[in-house]
């Protein structure tokens, strides 16, 4: 399992009945969790006192309860993001993942001490969490992501972290033509972050379901690989594809000189859970480091 345990601003209080309780900040929040199949007594008295209580409706939802700023701040570590109460129940940052950012990080500060500024391929980018633990961390970042809205969010999250000025391309555009052009172009990345969701639409507006187009969308990523890469980080939040898949598949796409140096681990990504000292699964990760 990778636990993503270093939080100070970030809570997950409880989690019952397709719920979680959550501070994030000085605020508290009940959003839905698919995960949370189980059902408690729900003792903890900040279920009642959320300034955000986002309900799943029909096909969609809002935010039923909302005594929440337009938008906050908060820190992890050294880096600062910023926080909005956005559709389908988001926030604009998935906690968990933070401890990919370490992860990639510590692995890019190595890199670094040796003389080296990796070259950083985020696709899926989303508001860019990923990309400023990298650029923090001392690599160069391209940033993809479908977007203009995530897009525009990462590079205030870039600023507010003071790295405004750091060596980062954000790109607007769907991931797999972005990746194809760069083939062409003969563009190669030292590491590289893929967080595809679920579902999505292509260029097209064709829908898509990621276990039909994981395997196809790895084997074109793989190559833009450089010869000497950093690492490979792949994140899913598909319950239908599982780690050992993404492994499998990455794996199998990958030249042989870089199968024999390639260092693998997978596991869920978690969080823990304050009332309960439990862990609560928030997805999957497949990391790849190349010695």
Same mark, same amino acid.
């Given at each position: 399992?990778?636990?993503?345990?270093?939080?100070?601003?970030?809570?997950?209080?409880?989690?019952?009945?397709?719920?979680?309780? +959550?501070?994030?900040?000085? =605020? *508290?929040?009940?959003?839905?969790?698919?995960? &949370?199949?189980?059902?408690?007594? %729900?003792? !903890?008295?900040?279920?009642?006192?959320?300034?955000?209580?986002?309900?799943?409706?029909?096909?969609?939802?809002?935010?039923?309860?909302?005594?929440?700023?337009?938008?906050?701040?908060?820190?992890?570590?050294?880096?600062?993001?910023?926080?909005?109460?956005?559709?389908?129940?988001?926030?604009?940052?998935?906690?968990?993942?933070?401890?990919?950012?370490?992860?990639?990080?510590?692995?890019?500060?190595?890199?670094?001490?040796?003389?080296?500024?990796?070259?950083?391929?985020?696709?899926?980018?989303?508001?860019?969490?990923?990309?400023?633990?990298?650029?923090?961390?001392?690599?160069?970042?391209?940033?993809?992501?479908?977007?203009?809205?995530?897009?525009?969010?990462?590079?205030?999250?870039?600023?507010?972290?003071?790295?405004? +000025?750091?060596?980062?391309? =954000? *790109?607007?555009?769907?991931?797999?033509?972005? &990746?194809?052009?760069?083939?062409? %172009?003969? !563009?190669?990345?030292?590491?590289?972050?893929?967080?595809?969701?679920?579902?999505?639409?292509?260029?097209?507006?064709?829908?898509?379901?990621?276990?039909?187009?994981?395997?196809?969308?790895?084997?074109?990523?793989?190559?833009?690989?450089?010869?000497?890469?950093?690492?490979?980080?792949?994140?899913?939040?598909?319950?239908?594809?599982?780690?050992?898949?993404?492994?499998?598949?990455?794996?199998?796409?990958?030249?042989?000189?870089?199968?024999?140096?390639?260092?693998?681990?997978?596991?869920?990504?978690?969080?823990?859970?304050?009332?309960?000292?439990?862990?609560?699964?928030?997805?999957?990760?497949?990391?790849?480091?190349?010695?």
């Amino acid at each position: 399992m990778f636990i993503a345990n270093g939080w100070k601003d970030y809570e997950l209080i409880d989690c019952d009945g397709g719920e979680r309780l +959550e501070r994030w900040g000085n =605020y *508290i929040l009940v959003r839905p969790d698919p995960q &949370v199949i189980w059902k408690g007594e %729900r003792k !903890n008295p900040l279920w009642k006192k959320a300034q955000g209580v986002y309900k799943r409706q029909g096909g969609g939802g809002s935010w039923v309860v909302n005594r929440m700023p337009e938008a906050w701040c908060i820190n992890y570590g050294d880096l600062t993001f910023r926080l909005r109460p956005m559709g389908f129940k988001h926030t604009g940052l998935f906690p968990e993942q933070a401890t990919n950012w370490d992860w990639a990080g510590g692995l890019i500060r190595n890199s670094v001490k040796n003389g080296k500024e990796p070259k950083v391929l985020n696709l899926f980018a989303y508001t860019g969490g990923a990309t400023v633990a990298c650029a923090k961390a001392g690599a160069a970042l391209v940033h993809v992501d479908a977007s203009k809205g995530m897009t525009q969010a990462a590079k205030e999250n870039m600023q507010l972290s003071g790295l405004g +000025e750091a060596p980062c391309r =954000y *790109i607007v555009d769907d991931c797999r033509k972005f &990746v194809e052009r760069e083939i062409r %172009r003969g !563009n190669r990345y030292d590491g590289i972050i893929m967080d595809p969701p679920s579902y999505g639409r292509g260029p097209n507006g064709e829908v898509w379901k990621l276990e039909e187009c994981a395997a196809d969308l790895i084997e074109l990523v793989v190559k833009v690989l450089s010869d000497e890469p950093l690492f490979f980080l792949i994140n899913s939040y598909t319950t239908g594809l599982s780690p050992s898949v993404m492994q499998y598949i990455l794996m199998r796409a990958l030249p042989e000189k870089l199968r024999r140096r390639a260092t693998v681990d997978i596991g869920e990504t978690c969080i823990p859970v304050t009332d309960s000292g439990l862990l609560l699964p928030s997805g999957a990760s497949v990391r790849v480091s190349f010695e």
